[in-house]
C-alpha cells in the first residue's frame, strides 16, 4: 500500500539525514532550499522513472526537454507542505510530495507502482524495470521522457479522482476497466460462453464492481472524518476530529502518548530536586522550556527534549 511506501521514504530520509549522507539543503529543509535542490538534483540526475512525479509537482514542461524552467517559475510556497512532512510538522501529505522526495533523496525502487510490483524488494527488480538514464537537463540531444507520456498529456488535461486518500486519472480507471473486460471476456470464450450472453454478464459484473468501488471510497471516506487527530494548543496537545481545521495550527494524526502526557511547564518557578528523571527541557531562541515527558518538540520536530539534570536545574532554577 502506499502509506508502507510512504514511510519507507521517510524513515530513509531520516537516516540519510542522521547519518549526513544528504545534501545539506535537506538537513534543516525549508521551501527555498528544497526548491534549490530541486535545481541541484535535476542538473545532476533525471530519469525516465520520474517524469510522472516532475509533471505532477511542476507542472508541464516549458521546453520539449526540459523541466528546469518549470522548476526554477515555481513558487517556493509549493514547497512547504513537503518541508512541514520532512519535519514531521504533519503526517499527512499529497503522494506527489512522497514521490518528489524519494528522487530527491535517491530513494529505491521508485516510484511507487515499481517499489508495490517488488514489494520493495530491489534485488528483485531487472534491469528493464528500473530506468535510471541520467543526463543534465541542458543537453539539446536528450530526450528521456516522449516514451512514457504524449505531448498532448498535461496536468490540465487529466481529470483526478480522491477518495480517501486515494488519487487516480480518468485515463487510468479506463485502461483498467479495458482490461477486466478483456480478462472477462477471454474467461466466457474459455468457457465456452456465447459473445451475446458473455457481454450482458460482463456488464453486470462491471456495474457490480463500479458500485462496490463508490461504496468502498464511501465508507473510507466516513472512516477518515470519524478518524481523531490533535493539535498543539500552544502548552498541550488537544483532540479533535481529522477533518476539523485549526487556525495557525498544524493537525496530526493522534498520538494517544503524547495527547494524555506530553505538556508544557508554563511555571518552571514550581520545579524542585524530584523533578529530575520527571521533566525534560530545550533550549528555544535562547529561552529554556521544560516539559513532562521525553520526545522531540512539538513545534520543531527535529529538536530533541533532553532530561533535566541536577546541575541545570541548579544554575537555571533553583539559584534564581
Not at 496537545?237 to 498544524?250: E, G, H, L, M, W
Not at 521533566?279 to 520536530?301: Q, R, S
Request: with cysteine.
Amino acid at each position: 500500500m502506499f502509506e508502507d511506501y510512504k514511510e519507507k521514504v521517510i524513515l530513509t530520509y531520516q537516516e540519510k539525514r542522521d547519518a549526513g549522507a544528504i545534501s545539506v539543503n535537506l538537513l534543516r529543509p525549508s521551501p527555498g532550499k528544497i526548491k534549490d535542490e530541486c535545481l541541484i538534483v535535476y542538473q545532476e540526475r533525471c530519469s525516465k522513472k520520474d517524469e510522472r512525479a516532475f509533471r505532477l509537482f511542476f507542472g508541464p514542461k516549458d521546453h520539449i526537454t526540459d523541466y528546469g524552467q518549470s522548476i526554477s517559475k515555481l513558487e517556493i510556497d509549493k514547497f512547504r507542505p513537503l518541508m512541514n512532512f520532512m519535519n514531521r510538522r504533519t503526517n499527512v501529505t499529497e503522494d506527489k510530495n512522497i514521490e518528489l522526495l524519494a528522487w530527491l533523496i535517491d530513494f529505491e525502487p521508485r516510484p511507487y507502482q515499481i517499489w508495490n510490483n517488488f514489494k520493495g524488494d530491489p534485488t528483485t527488480l531487472t534491469a528493464s524495470e528500473i530506468i535510471n538514464e541520467p543526463a543534465t537537463a541542458v543537453d539539446n540531444n536528450f530526450q528521456p521522457f516522449t516514451s512514457l507520456y504524449r505531448p498532448e498529456d498535461t496536468e490540465d488535461k487529466e481529470t483526478k479522482v480522491h477518495i480517501a486518500g486515494i488519487s487516480t486519472t480518468e485515463t487510468e480507471i479506463k485502461e483498467e476497466t479495458e482490461t477486466t473486460n478483456h480478462e472477462i471476456q477471454s474467461l466466457f470464450e474459455n468457457q465456452g460462453v456465447s459473445h451475446k450472453k458473455g457481454s450482458k454478464i460482463r456488464k453486470t459484473i462491471t456495474s457490480f464492481m463500479i458500485i462496490l468501488a463508490a461504496s468502498g471510497g464511501t465508507y473510507q471516506l466516513a472512516s477518515l472524518q470519524n478518524q481523531e487527530c490533535m493539535y498543539w494548543t500552544g502548552d498541550h496537545y488537544k483532540r479533535i476530529s481529522c477533518n476539523q481545521k485549526v487556525k495557525d495550527a498544524t493537525v496530526l494524526a493522534l498520538d494517544t502518548a503524547k495527547a494524555a502526557h506530553l505538556r508544557k511547564i508554563t511555571q518552571p518557578d514550581t520545579l524542585t530536586q524530584s523533578s529530575v528523571g520527571k521533566v525534560w527541557y530545550t533550549k528555544i531562541d535562547g529561552e529554556l522550556e521544560f516539559y513532562t515527558a521525553d520526545g522531540y518538540h512539538p513545534m520543531y520536530n527535529d529538536v530533541r527534549l533532553k532530561p533535566i539534570t541536577v546541575y541545570m536545574l541548579n544554575k537555571y532554577i533553583l539559584r534564581k
